[in-house]
């Protein structure tokens, strides 16, 4: 088959070490060694097949969901796996899942606000899954405004006890993971209220069902919520809706690692900062971008490799079609999306470094990067998720008609992944935390205070504001500091102008809100600057392997000048550069994709995705698309028969003209 023989050929084109390049994405060699031994185990076992989701009904669906949970957790027993070979494993399942939530919100959640007797008595319980927990913030009625959380926990002074209630309908926890069906128990959120005061959200372990039968205890009505967007994707997790009627607690199950309440009914803050909640976040968001750039590189795997297969239109005397990855509308479309994906594992891997940065300095009773760290990770989040679902989308068009059936894996991956762009902060709600950051730190600019990470190239603001891009050819545009200097002005006069505007206000709140679609601009602009810097500072790194860092370099200069043609309004409007600029930096790009070109394939190949992994006819390792995508076809439950179920019943009293004539 043709196909095969496309991708050996555009595999020979590689201009650098492929394995190397894998070392690189995955982070490092032993990272690599546990990913690609655990990917392999995953793809060799007939459970965790996933091929035929997309047909199961949802009950089918997510029984196969814990059939396929409970025998993850039996191989990480039996092969005695380290807990970052578990996560990988469980990684590789690829199957939204209750364990997501267990391990990801559950256990991080007691780990970050409950007190050491807490962790020794809950953890133990959590780790070998005796208990499964979710995490149930969110309600009916409240989702980013967690301040609006309606659920209360009463402190009862004669029993000892908090009692947990949901007050109103919108009041009912709405959306947890794990919570509809399985979770045992759950980190609830809810208004801590003593001695008739309201002192704000706190964190509660409430047990949810009967370790013995399964039942819901007494007070308390759960369910799923229902079905979700897609085929198979995010209906093998089990969302929920929990009630409480005067739930009955202990006092000792709520979270007391930064306040307590005491015997007597009294609320105290303990010597714990109330800051090291944001720890706990910038894990979380971090784990988010690193996702984004799984998520995002599954699908260019998928469209590069297929669109290397495809061949369409301008066929030469020889009768053979041109390769629809030699289209310059493709790789303009495409290329930027996996500069993008490379671009974002490596703000990942940064922001692996903060968070061990910020978990080092809290510890320290050091909150000085803070609110830096907490404004960076939110903007990441925010950027990354809403790049990548449009990324994902972008793969599915790249594909034509077959991107649209569910075997080319993209209408799942899609459905899986969006959910992101609302979960752990709605993108546009975070943006707009970024820009208060934004704007109070240009307010502190005369003060003396100095910006800090991230924002320290607002320290220069003031030869930012007059400095002069000096790119005079269309190679210029190559030259690190040069991209800097345009992303950093972008971003500070950006901010600058919204602090400006902002000033004409008598009341900043009425003028926050007026501006707000600006500042989300601003804010955007500052995370883009971040996620191109982080690149560029991969690149000063000691990178080995014949020709790696040169692909690399190709990749970040187009995912800067992608930017950079995109946003061009911002760059002219701020007087960052001239259109002469920019149409230079157009010219470089389209050189920068013909040098992308020969090396596309090999570039997805480095992420190492087995076939498995990927799920996709479209994106097979072989190539071997056609006779595949065909041979698919013949297993849709609806080819079990050649005459179809309601043929004699409507097809057949249609076609013989034998309708009984009905008055409508």
Same mark, same amino acid.
């Given at each position: 088959?043709?196909?095969?023989?496309?991708?050996?050929?555009?595999?020979?084109?590689?201009?650098?070490?492929?394995?190397?390049?894998?070392?690189?994405?995955?982070?490092?060699?032993?990272?690599?060694?546990?990913?690609?031994?655990?990917?392999?185990?995953?793809?060799?076992?007939?459970?965790?097949?996933?091929?035929?989701?997309?047909?199961?009904?949802?009950?089918?669906?997510?029984?196969?969901? +814990?059939?396929?949970?409970?025998?993850?957790?039996?191989?990480?027993?039996?092969?005695?796996?380290?807990?970052?070979?578990?996560?990988?494993?469980?990684?590789?399942?690829?199957?939204?899942?209750?364990?997501?939530?267990?391990?990801?919100?559950?256990?991080?959640?007691?780990?970050?606000?409950?007190?050491?007797?807490?962790?020794?008595?809950?953890?133990?319980?959590?780790?070998?899954?005796?208990?499964?927990? /979710?995490?149930?913030?969110?309600?009916?009625?409240?989702?980013?405004?967690?301040?609006?959380?309606?659920?209360?926990?009463?402190?009862?002074?004669?029993?000892?006890?908090?009692?947990?209630?949901?007050?109103?309908?919108?009041? !009912?926890?709405?959306?947890?993971?794990?919570?509809?069906?399985?979770?045992?128990?759950?980190?609830?959120?809810?208004?801590?209220?003593?001695?008739?005061?309201?002192?704000?959200?706190?964190?509660?372990?409430?047990?949810?069902?009967?370790?013995?039968?399964?039942?819901?205890?007494?007070?308390?009505?759960?369910?799923?919520?229902?079905?979700?967007?897609?085929?198979?994707?995010?209906?093998?997790?089990?969302?929920?809706?929990?009630?409480?009627?005067?739930?009955?607690?202990?006092?000792?199950?709520?979270?007391?690692?930064?306040?307590?309440?005491?015997?007597?009914?009294?609320?105290?803050?303990?010597?714990?900062?109330?800051?090291?909640?944001?720890?706990?976040?910038?894990?979380?968001?971090?784990?988010?971008?690193?996702?984004?750039?799984?998520?995002?590189?599954?699908?260019?795997?998928?469209?590069?490799?297929?669109?290397?297969?495809?061949?369409?239109?301008?066929?030469?005397?020889?009768?053979?079609?041109? %390769?629809?990855?030699?289209?310059?509308?493709?790789?303009?479309?495409?290329?930027?999306?996996?500069?993008?994906?490379?671009?974002?594992?490596?703000?990942?891997?940064? +922001?692996?470094?903060?968070?061990?940065?910020?978990?080092?300095?809290?510890?320290?009773?050091?909150?000085?990067?803070?609110?830096?760290?907490?404004?960076?990770?939110?903007?990441?989040?925010?950027?990354?998720? !809403?790049?990548?679902?449009?990324?994902?989308?972008?793969?599915?068009?790249?594909?034509?008609?077959?991107?649209?059936?569910?075997?080319?894996?993209?209408?799942?991956?899609?459905?899986?992944?969006?959910?992101? /762009?609302?979960?752990?902060?709605?993108?546009?709600?975070?943006?707009?935390?970024?820009?208060?950051?934004?704007?109070?730190?240009?307010?502190?600019?005369?003060?003396?205070?100095?910006?800090?990470?991230?924002?320290?190239?607002?320290?220069?603001?003031?030869?930012?504001?007059?400095?002069?891009?000096?790119?005079?050819?269309?190679?210029?545009?190559?030259?690190?500091?040069?991209?800097?200097?345009?992303?950093?002005?972008?971003?500070?006069?950006?901010?600058?102008?919204?602090?400006?505007?902002?000033?004409?206000?008598?009341? %900043?709140?009425?003028?926050?809100?007026?501006?707000?679609?600006?500042?989300?601009?601003?804010?955007?602009?500052? /995370?883009?600057?971040?996620?191109?810097?982080?690149?560029?500072?991969? +690149? %000063?790194?000691?990178?080995?392997?014949?020709?790696?860092?040169? %692909?690399?370099?190709?990749? /970040?200069?187009?995912?800067?000048?992608?930017?950079?043609?995109?946003?061009?309004?911002?760059?002219?409007?701020?007087?960052?550069?001239?259109?002469?600029?920019?149409?230079?930096?157009?010219?470089?790009?389209?050189?920068?994709?013909?040098?992308?070109?020969?090396?596309?394939?090999?570039?997805?190949?480095?992420?190492?995705?087995?076939?498995?992994?990927?799920?996709?006819?479209?994106?097979?390792?072989?190539?071997?698309?056609?006779?595949?995508?065909?041979?698919?076809?013949?297993?849709?439950?609806?080819?079990?028969?050649?005459?179809?179920?309601?043929?004699?019943?409507?097809?057949?009293?249609?076609?013989?003209?034998?309708?009984?004539?009905?008055?409508?």
């Amino acid at each position: 088959m043709a196909g095969v023989d496309h991708l050996a050929s555009e595999r020979s084109k590689a201009r650098f070490d492929v394995g190397e390049m894998k070392i690189v994405w995955a982070g490092s060699r032993h990272t690599f060694e546990v990913s690609d031994r655990i990917s392999r185990l995953v793809a060799s076992d007939p459970v965790f097949r996933k091929d035929n989701r997309a047909m199961l009904g949802r009950k089918e669906l997510f029984k196969n969901t +814990l059939r396929k949970a409970s025998h993850a957790w039996k191989r990480i027993l039996e092969l005695r796996l380290s807990e970052e070979e578990a996560s990988r494993l469980r990684f590789f399942v690829d199957e939204p899942a209750f364990t997501d939530l267990h391990w990801g919100m559950f256990v991080p959640a007691i780990k970050g606000q409950g007190t050491d007797e807490q962790q020794q008595k809950w953890l133990p319980l959590a780790y070998k899954m005796q208990i499964i927990g /979710c995490y149930a913030q969110t309600e009916l009625g409240h989702g980013s405004n967690v301040q609006g959380l309606e659920t209360t926990a009463t402190f009862d002074p004669q029993t000892d006890e908090f009692i947990i209630h949901s007050p109103t309908l919108t009041s !009912s926890k709405w959306w947890p993971g794990g919570l509809g069906k399985v979770s045992t128990h759950a980190v609830i959120y809810a208004r801590l209220i003593t001695d008739g005061k309201d002192y704000g959200v706190n964190g509660f372990i409430v047990q949810l069902r009967s370790l013995d039968d399964h039942l819901p205890l007494p007070g308390i009505t759960i369910g799923d919520i229902g079905m979700k967007f897609g085929n198979g994707a995010y209906n093998s997790m089990d969302n929920g809706v929990l009630k409480f009627d005067h739930v009955r607690i202990p006092r000792g199950q709520m979270l007391m690692r930064v306040s307590q309440v005491t015997r007597e009914g009294k609320f105290v803050q303990s010597d714990v900062p109330r800051q090291l909640v944001y720890g706990t976040m910038v894990y979380v968001r971090q784990t988010i971008v690193a996702d984004a750039s799984c998520a995002l590189s599954r699908a260019v795997c998928i469209a590069t490799r297929y669109s290397a297969v495809r061949r369409q239109f301008g066929s030469n005397n020889d009768g053979v079609e041109t %390769q629809v990855i030699d289209y310059k509308t493709q790789q303009s479309r495409l290329f930027p999306l996996l500069a993008s994906a490379y671009a974002f594992r490596f703000v990942g891997e940064w +922001l692996k470094w903060l968070y061990t940065d910020v978990t080092q300095r809290l510890s320290a009773n050091d909150f000085s990067t803070l609110p830096e760290a907490h404004a960076c990770t939110a903007g990441l989040k925010s950027l990354t998720t !809403s790049a990548t679902a449009d990324g994902i989308e972008e793969c599915r068009k790249l594909c034509g008609g077959h991107g649209y059936l569910c075997s080319s894996g993209l209408p799942e991956l899609f459905a899986v992944y969006v959910p992101a /762009c609302t979960y752990e902060g709605d993108n546009v709600v975070l943006l707009l935390q970024v820009a208060r950051f934004l704007m109070k730190t240009v307010s502190q600019l005369g003060s003396g205070k100095k910006p800090v990470g991230t924002t320290a190239y607002m320290g220069r603001v003031e030869q930012l504001m007059q400095s002069r891009c000096d790119v005079q050819r269309a190679q210029d545009w190559l030259k690190p500091s040069v991209i800097l200097e345009a992303f950093e002005a972008r971003s500070a006069r950006m901010s600058v102008a919204c602090a400006q505007n902002l000033a004409k206000f008598e009341n %900043q709140e009425e003028g926050f809100a007026e501006l707000s679609a600006t500042l989300a601009e601003a804010a955007v602009a500052h /995370c883009q600057l971040i996620v191109v810097s982080k690149f560029i500072e991969k +690149l %000063q790194q000691d990178i080995p392997g014949k020709g790696v860092k040169e %692909q690399l370099e190709i990749l /970040c200069n187009i995912y800067a000048l992608f930017l950079l043609h995109k946003h061009l309004g911002d760059f002219l409007s701020t007087g960052s550069i001239t259109s002469k600029q920019g149409s230079l930096a157009n010219d470089q790009l389209r050189s920068l994709y013909s040098q992308a070109r020969p090396n596309a394939v090999a570039l997805v190949d480095a992420f190492n995705y087995t076939d498995h992994y990927l799920g996709s006819v479209l994106g097979r390792y072989d190539g071997n698309v056609y006779p595949k995508l065909y041979e698919e076809a013949w297993k849709d439950p609806l080819n079990d028969s050649v005459v179809p179920d309601g043929y004699h019943e409507y097809i057949r009293p249609l076609l013989k003209q034998q309708l009984h004539n009905a008055r409508l």
